[in-house]
Nanobody, 123 residues
Framework: QVQLVESGGGLVQAGGSLRLFCAAS????????MGWFRQAPGKEREFVAA????????WYADSVKGRFTISRGYVKNTVYLQMNSLKPEDTAVYYC????????????????WGRGTQVTVSS
């Protein structure tokens, strides 16, 4: 089993920045692709960004391109999400996801999920 734990959420004013962190632990053999998704109240969970396990290829939702950056940490199977120029519409619970075989924006392909961290952007 693989466990994911997110951290770094909080309350920030519009235009500010936050950096989220996610670490995978447990039976993490090899390099996992990792992604970030978010879910606002009353809305479906949506893709934010993803990074592949080996080559480091990245994907971004159109709504965050140019503002958010996903990167891998120095420790294997860790990932950051740097969020700049935050907007009130970025307010959501942000979830980290991981998968051994899939990398990309499709939510249903990820096998492992964290419990989420709240990001609130005030106007």
């Amino acid at each position: 089993q693989v466990q994911l734990v997110e951290s770094g959420g909080g309350l920030v004013q519009a235009g500010g920045s936050l950096r989220l962190f996610c670490a995978a632990s447990g039976q993490t053999f090899g390099d996992y692709s990792m992604g970030w998704f978010r879910q606002a109240p009353g809305k479906e969970r949506e893709f934010v960004a993803a990074i592949s396990g080996s080559a480091g290829r990245t994907w971004y939702a159109d709504s965050v391109k140019g503002r958010f950056t996903i990167s891998r940490g120095y420790v294997k199977n860790t990932v950051y999400l740097q969020m700049n120029s935050l907007k009130p519409e970025d307010t959501a619970v942000y979830y980290c996801a991981a998968d051994r075989d899939y990398a990309g924006p499709s939510l249903i392909e990820y096998d492992y999920w964290g419990r989420g961290t709240q990001v609130t952007v005030s106007s």
